[in-house]
């Protein structure tokens, strides 16, 4: 377990939610699963509780805490795709897995996680400034999945 880990809070799917991401993006992982060694205020004995898990390269625990706590857009997780192909296959897998599409590149998967697919495109115009960040920014707020050949075209004017 890395030393700075993200933990999740869910409902009691923490398992099924870290089998999805592990399945669905690279350098992704389901680690150990460890099951509650006594009863607890949301659960058994033997429920699983806690699952270590990877989601591109980062480290996180799924904590099956009950329904008290709900996630929100204050957390996501940021993606970056290299063109349209995998944009749509980051965008299609979640939101057609239960979740929900959002603006400007965001959605949330069934668990009410927030992803955000950003395009690098989108984000290298952005770091450039000027007209060309003014002119990709104004395209990417009528968006909801972003459009790269899109943005591109704003990128150039």
């Known amino acids: 377990m890395a030393k700075n880990t993200i933990c999740l809070w869910f409902d ?4 099924e939610a870290a089998k999805f991401y592990a399945q669905t993006f690279p350098d992704s992982a389901v680690g150990a699963i ?3 060694p006594g009863d607890y205020p949301d659960g058994k004995v033997g429920n699983v509780l806690v699952v270590e898990f990877t989601v591109a390269g980062v480290s996180c625990v799924g904590l099956n805490g009950g329904p008290t706590f709900k996630h929100n857009e204050a957390f996501s ?7 349209q192909e995998e944009t749509d296959r980051y965008w299609n897998a979640i939101v057609g897995n239960g979740g929900q599409e959002s603006e400007c590149g965001w959605c949330k998967d069934r668990w009410g996680i927030s992803w955000q697919i950003t395009p690098r495109v989108l984000m290298d115009a952005m770091r450039a400034g000027g007209i060309e960040a003014k002119r990709a920014f104004d395209a990417m707020m009528k968006m909801q999945k972003i459009d790269v050949g899109v943005i591109e075209a704003a990128v150039r004017g």
Request: without cysteine.
């Open 12 to 15: 009691k799917d923490a398992e």
């Open 34 to 36: 460890i099951r509650a």
């Open 77 to 83: 997780f940021q993606i970056s795709t290299e063109n």
